[in-house]
């Protein structure tokens, strides 16, 4: 379920299913990457995500709901932003 190395978007998707819409596998694996190993860092102004870590590779990684035309912004997706780095260049 963690995030591989070679991954940089997931997007997830909502399926129908006899009693409703659901969320996909991505999604699911989104909502479980988001409260169960990635490091909240700030809060996205504008289209109500975050800004994650992954705490194993310093990968940076911001969440957003793209379909703002959707309830709730729609599906989330997960974009890598790239690798942290401190400020006096150690990583």
């Given at each position: 379920?963690?995030?591989?190395?070679?991954?940089?978007?997931?997007?997830?998707?909502?399926?129908?299913?006899?009693?409703?819409?659901?969320?996909?596998?991505?999604?699911?694996?989104?909502?479980?990457?988001?409260?169960?190993?990635?490091?909240?860092?700030?809060?996205?102004?504008?289209?109500?995500?975050?800004?994650?870590?992954?705490?194993?590779?310093?990968?940076?990684?911001?969440?957003?709901?793209?379909?703002?035309?959707?309830?709730?912004?729609?599906?989330?997706?997960?974009?890598?932003l790239g690798n942290m780095t401190?400020?006096?260049?150690?990583?």
């Open positions: 379920m963690k995030l591989r190395p070679e991954e940089e978007l997931l997007s997830g998707g909502w399926e129908n299913a006899h009693f409703g819409i659901q969320a996909d596998a991505t999604q699911k694996r989104i909502d479980f990457l988001v409260a169960n190993h990635l490091e909240k860092l700030e809060e996205a102004c504008s289209d109500w995500g975050s800004v994650c870590r992954d705490p194993e590779d310093g990968r940076i990684w911001k969440l957003s709901y793209p379909n703002s035309e959707l309830h709730g912004g729609g599906p989330a997706e997960l974009r890598c401190h400020p006096n260049g150690d990583d």
